[in-house]
């Protein structure tokens, strides 16, 4: 499993602030299917990848400079790093990889909370207007 390119896909989808349904919904594919590519349990075939990045309004390339991103990124981490202990920052505290993992999730939800919570606000909002949601127009009344 190309593990940058679960990560690549899980960037570009959280910088056009979509769910992982939402992606799945526009690509044509399952829900499962979008979780599975973002944890780096399955590879999409390339249809499927090139579906995902069309249906996020990018061109192909945006995967190779995402990907040239994280590059970057991981080569500066390892030049801030404690040269005692390779790829652990001096200011860091140690995290076993249970808490890392933990952390990790508590970050996934807590975006998705915020999605969640702003498409909630705006719906709200568009109601509060008079306006039907997705159709853009007021309604009489």
């Given at each position: 499993m190309n593990e940058d390119l679960a990560i690549t896909l899980s960037i570009l989808r959280i910088i056009r602030r979509w769910s992982q349904s939402e992606l799945a919904?526009?690509?044509?594919?399952?829900?499962?299917?979008?979780?599975?590519?973002?944890?780096?349990?399955?590879?999409?075939q390339t249809q499927t990848l090139q579906r995902l990045v069309k249906a996020l309004g990018l061109p192909?390339?945006?995967?190779?400079?995402?990907?040239?991103?994280?590059?970057?990124?991981?080569?500066?981490?390892?030049l801030v790093g404690d040269e005692e202990n390779p790829?652990?920052?001096?200011?860091?505290?140690?995290?076993?990889?249970?808490?890392?993992?933990?952390?990790?999730?508590?970050?996934?939800?807590?975006?998705?909370?915020?999605?969640?919570?702003?498409?909630?606000?705006g719906t709200v909002l568009h109601l509060l207007a008079g306006v039907r949601p997705g159709s853009g127009r007021r309604e009489e009344g």
């Open positions: 919904e526009a690509a044509g594919v399952t829900n499962s299917a979008i979780s599975d590519y973002e944890r780096g349990k399955v590879d999409p192909l390339s945006a995967l190779d400079q995402t990907q040239a991103f994280l590059l970057a990124i991981r080569a500066q981490m390892s790829g652990h920052f001096s200011n860091a505290p140690a995290m076993s990889p249970e808490e890392r993992e933990l952390r990790g999730q508590i970050a996934q939800i807590a975006s998705e909370g915020g999605r969640f919570f702003s498409r909630l606000v």
